[in-house]
């Protein structure tokens, strides 16, 4: 069947997040681009077997180990990437974040230091320090409109001894990169020279732009599979974030069974939400034709953004999106204060948007922008920051 991408759905008044739960001073006709879910609709498949699921009427305690669901996660990585997870090394969370909060508590000791590279996803900040770990933040290096991992740095890093691993982001969310098998390999040779294991948080592998490929870390260091976790998730591909459900891919022995102490024996994560199970199975088995429908989409729209900035904002820099549907886009040009370009976003553009500090330091005078949301939303959403970036040019510095 072919989606209707274009017709905007009202989310407000479901409790979403993106909707109910705007940033406050934003005004109520905002534009809502911030928080990482689509406002596209989900793949059919899925809103009948849940439909059908629905009729059966009891929604009792629900099995995560069961064949259906990992056959259906393996089927996919096998399919879509060649990569062959042994479903005995698979686990599940009710979401990556919690996941990498239960391995900062595996792999480390209180005190100790994670590598991460910023500007990145601002919860790995917060994980890690709520859980009495330290930050230890090796920049990504701006190379005209893209970003690269500093190679020298991140080995000094490695090399310090109170650094234990480092949760990699792939693909990069905010900068969009999608790490080529050679930048990857590099990663893992410095890890492997100090010993040092690796998180690969792959939550966005799926979405990467027409003739981009993503490679998973697993797949491309299988010698190196006892120091590697990878997470996984439908939740951005299918557009199922709420049902809280990500795979997480454990090779190594010893570090199953300290997750099974952690999670299932410490913190009972026994048992799944029926919805979220019906959902993911049906989006990893039939959901290939949706998802390459809506990557047509997303591309088209970050087409848009890139073309409508390139013409009508001068001073702005989009930054090349090869993977993710989120665009980061540096408006220091226009305003290099971080707390006035939030201001001029929401209250003059009204957009709310993801202010690019908060991803650290690094991310100063950038926003990033959702772009997965119906066109005439991501046309609006430009014409009402041109606006106020004409207005407020004066006005901002
Ligand atoms: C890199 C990255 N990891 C994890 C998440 C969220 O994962 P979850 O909702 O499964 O906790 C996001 C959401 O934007 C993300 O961008």
Redesign the pocket.
Known sequence: MKYDFDTPIDRKGTHSVKFDAMPPGVPEDALSLWV?DMDLPCAQPILDALHQRIDRKIFGYTLYENDELKDAVTGWYQRRFGWQIEKDELFFSP????AIAFLINCLTEEGDGVIIQRPV?Y?FTNTIEANGRKVANSPLVRKGNTYEMDFMDLEQKFADERNKGMIL?SPH?PVGRVWTGEELRKVVEIARKYDKWIVS?E??SDLTRSGVVHTPLLKLAEDYSQRIIACT?P??TFNL?GMQF?NIVIPNKEYQKKWNHLVSSRFSLGFCNPFGLTAIIAAYNQGDDWLSQVKTYIDGNIQYIEKFAAEQLPKAQVMDCQGTYLVWIDFSGYCSDSKKLKKLMQQKARVALDEGFIFGEEGEGYERINAAAPRCVIEECMERIKDALEAGESSCE
């Open positions: 990482a979401g990556i974040v919690p996803y919860p982001c969310n948080d939550i966005h998730a939740s951005k974030a990500s």
